[in-house]
Protein backbone atom coordinates (compact mmCIF):
# COMPACT_ATOMS: atom_id res chain seq x y z
CA UNK A 1 0.00 0.00 0.00
CA UNK A 2 1.04 3.38 -0.82
CA UNK A 3 1.54 6.51 1.77
CA UNK A 4 1.01 9.80 0.50
CA UNK A 5 2.36 13.04 2.22
CA UNK A 6 2.00 16.46 0.65
CA UNK A 7 4.30 19.97 1.85
CA UNK A 8 4.93 22.88 0.64
CA UNK A 9 1.40 24.99 1.47
CA UNK A 10 1.49 28.14 2.67
CA UNK A 11 0.38 31.89 2.45
CA UNK A 12 1.14 33.29 -0.56
CA UNK A 13 0.04 36.96 -1.95
CA UNK A 14 -1.04 37.15 -5.94
CA UNK A 15 1.17 37.15 -8.53
CA UNK A 16 3.87 34.76 -6.01
CA UNK A 17 4.84 31.17 -6.07
CA UNK A 18 4.92 28.08 -4.37
CA UNK A 19 6.13 24.51 -4.77
CA UNK A 20 4.41 21.56 -3.84
CA UNK A 21 5.58 18.91 -3.07
CA UNK A 22 4.45 14.61 -2.73
CA UNK A 23 6.36 11.93 -1.12
CA UNK A 24 5.10 8.19 -1.53
CA UNK A 25 6.46 5.52 0.86
CA UNK A 26 5.29 2.27 2.32
CA UNK A 27 5.18 -1.67 -0.22
CA UNK A 28 3.99 -1.16 -3.55
CA UNK A 29 5.63 -2.61 -6.34
CA UNK A 30 4.85 0.56 -8.77
CA UNK A 31 3.39 3.82 -8.99
CA UNK A 32 1.94 4.60 -12.48
CA UNK A 33 0.13 7.80 -13.00
CA UNK A 34 0.04 10.99 -10.26
CA UNK A 35 -1.31 13.78 -10.02
CA UNK A 36 -2.49 17.03 -8.10
CA UNK A 37 -6.54 17.72 -7.05
CA UNK A 38 -7.56 20.66 -5.41
CA UNK A 39 -10.86 22.10 -3.67
CA UNK A 40 -11.84 25.31 -2.03
CA UNK A 41 -14.89 25.92 0.33
CA UNK A 42 -17.94 24.43 -0.65
CA UNK A 43 -16.95 23.60 -4.06
CA UNK A 44 -15.99 19.72 -5.30
CA UNK A 45 -12.25 19.05 -5.50
CA UNK A 46 -11.67 19.45 -9.18
CA UNK A 47 -8.41 18.24 -10.98
CA UNK A 48 -5.44 19.90 -11.45
CA UNK A 49 -2.37 17.83 -13.21
CA UNK A 50 -1.57 14.72 -13.97
CA UNK A 51 1.71 13.16 -14.87
CA UNK A 52 2.69 9.63 -16.13
CA UNK A 53 4.97 7.09 -15.38
CA UNK A 54 6.87 8.32 -18.29
CA UNK A 55 6.75 12.38 -17.73
CA UNK A 56 3.40 12.96 -19.97
CA UNK A 57 1.78 15.59 -18.61
CA UNK A 58 -1.70 17.08 -18.84
CA UNK A 59 -3.21 20.19 -17.32
CA UNK A 60 -6.82 22.29 -16.15
CA UNK A 61 -6.84 24.96 -18.02
CA UNK A 62 -7.46 27.21 -15.77
CA UNK A 63 -3.92 26.57 -14.35
CA UNK A 64 -2.21 25.77 -17.73
CA UNK A 65 0.88 28.02 -17.98
CA UNK A 66 1.40 28.77 -14.43
CA UNK A 67 1.52 25.46 -13.13
CA UNK A 68 4.06 22.62 -13.89
CA UNK A 69 3.59 19.05 -12.73
CA UNK A 70 7.13 16.67 -12.19
CA UNK A 71 8.19 13.76 -10.75
CA UNK A 72 11.33 12.29 -9.09
CA UNK A 73 10.74 7.98 -9.77
CA UNK A 74 14.38 7.40 -8.04
CA UNK A 75 12.45 9.62 -4.42
CA UNK A 76 9.12 8.41 -5.59
CA UNK A 77 8.19 12.03 -5.29
CA UNK A 78 6.44 14.27 -7.02
CA UNK A 79 6.12 18.12 -7.30
CA UNK A 80 3.40 21.32 -8.53
CA UNK A 81 5.40 24.29 -9.10
CA UNK A 82 2.77 26.92 -8.69
CA UNK A 83 3.68 30.43 -10.29
CA UNK A 84 1.60 33.93 -10.84
CA UNK A 85 -0.90 32.89 -8.36
CA UNK A 86 -4.77 34.26 -8.19
CA UNK A 87 -6.61 34.14 -5.31
CA UNK A 88 -9.14 31.55 -7.21
CA UNK A 89 -6.44 28.95 -6.15
CA UNK A 90 -6.52 29.26 -2.67
CA UNK A 91 -7.95 25.54 -2.08
CA UNK A 92 -6.95 22.62 -0.45
CA UNK A 93 -4.46 20.45 -2.77
CA UNK A 94 -4.30 16.85 -2.74
CA UNK A 95 -2.00 14.26 -4.36
CA UNK A 96 -2.88 10.89 -5.80
CA UNK A 97 -1.20 8.24 -7.27
CA UNK A 98 -2.09 4.78 -9.23
CA UNK A 99 -0.10 1.73 -7.91
CA UNK A 100 0.06 -1.40 -7.91
CA UNK A 101 0.72 -3.67 -4.69
CA UNK A 102 2.24 -6.56 -6.79
CA UNK A 103 2.50 -7.06 -10.37
CA UNK A 104 -0.59 -9.19 -10.51
CA UNK A 105 -2.60 -7.15 -8.20
CA UNK A 106 -5.14 -4.40 -9.63
CA UNK A 107 -4.35 -0.72 -9.86
CA UNK A 108 -5.07 0.60 -6.26
CA UNK A 109 -5.71 5.04 -6.55
CA UNK A 110 -4.41 6.53 -3.44
CA UNK A 111 -4.77 9.89 -1.82
CA UNK A 112 -2.42 12.51 0.77
CA UNK A 113 -4.13 14.16 3.72
CA UNK A 114 -4.04 17.73 1.75
CA UNK A 115 -1.93 20.94 2.29
CA UNK A 116 -3.36 24.29 2.77
CA UNK A 117 -2.65 26.46 -0.20
CA UNK A 118 -4.09 30.40 0.61
CA UNK A 119 -3.54 33.19 -2.20
CA UNK A 120 -4.10 36.82 -1.04
CA UNK A 121 -4.87 39.58 -2.84
Known amino acids: QVQLVESGGGLVQAGGSLRLSCAAS????????MGWYRQAPGKQREWVAT???????NYADSVKGRFTISRDNAKNTMYLQMNSLKPEDTAVYYC???????????????WGQGTQVTVSS
Open 96 to 110: NADSLNSMWSPIVSS
Open 51 to 57: ITSVGGT
Open 26 to 33: GSFFSINA
